[in-house]
């Protein structure tokens, strides 16, 4: 079993729809969360950082921790055609050696 | 400001031949990393440096060696390159372990 899950997708919404891309992890004593969002043949970009359980919102865009679950979810509200990307779940342990884990990411398509 | 730059951004390489990446940011950041993308496989840790002079295997270093004699610069180098090693890879920097990362636009490998 992977550390970090993500279901691929592609996942294709209409403009204006509600976005939720979501991971499952099998490690309890990861701590630091993050989505990435990676555009066509760029490099991924920091969207959201969180630590601990609960929400965050930042614009369109709200990540949320359940740590009781292990899973972590991003929601994106009015849904653009500029979000079509891949989005990366990763999570990090508190201690200094470990290093961040990524998903495999979510291919996500908005379509005008 | 440039940020993490890396140079080539495609490359394509015969079996046994070698080759170097290069990365430079210009951020000031302490740490540095190298992952590889494949489909389906996230990104994956290559090897790593917590500052000039310093470098360490992440959960993929076979096949590859780094250096980092400037700050600024990391180089990932793959001395007899295998099929295997097709990939894109991404440099990135941070300022330390639990702050944000910085990306590259990548490098496209073929190994043929």
């Known amino acids: 079993q992977k550390e970090v899950e993500q279901d691929p997708g592609p996942l294709s919404v209409p403009e204006g729809a509600i976005v939720s891309l979501n991971c499952t992890y099998s490690?309890?004593?990861?701590?630091?969360f993050m989505w990435y969002r990676q555009y066509s043949r760029k490099g991924p970009e920091l969207l959201m950082y969180?630590?601990?359980?609960g929400n965050k919102e930042d614009g369109r865009f709200t990540a949320q921790v359940d740590k009781s679950s292990k899973y972590i979810s991003l929601f994106i509200r009015d849904s653009q055609p500029s979000d079509s990307a891949t989005y990366l779940c990763?999570?990090?342990?508190?201690?200094?050696?470990?290093?961040?884990?990524f998903g495999p990411g979510t291919s996500l398509s908005v379509i005008p | 400001n440039a940020g993490v730059t890396q140079t080539p951004k495609f490359r394509v390489l015969k079996t046994g031949q070698s080759m170097t990446l290069l990365c430079a940011q210009d951020m000031n950041h302490e740490y540095m990393y190298w992952y590889r993308q494949d489909p389906g496989m996230g990104l994956r840790l290559i090897h790593y440096?917590?500052?000039?002079?310093?470098?360490a295997k992440g959960e993929v270093p076979d096949g590859y060696n780094v250096s980092r004699l400037k700050k600024q610069n990391f180089l990932l180098g793959l001395e007899s390159a295998a099929p295997s090693q097709t990939s894109v890879y991404f440099c990135a920097s941070s300022y330390d372990e639990n702050t944000e990362a910085f990306f590259g636009q990548g490098t496209r490998l073929t190994v043929v």
């Open positions: 440096s917590v500052g000039e002079g310093t470098t």
């Open positions: 990763a999570m990090k342990k508190v201690t200094s050696y470990d290093k961040v884990i």
């Open positions: 490690n309890s004593a990861f701590q630091y």
């Open positions: 969180t630590y601990s359980s």
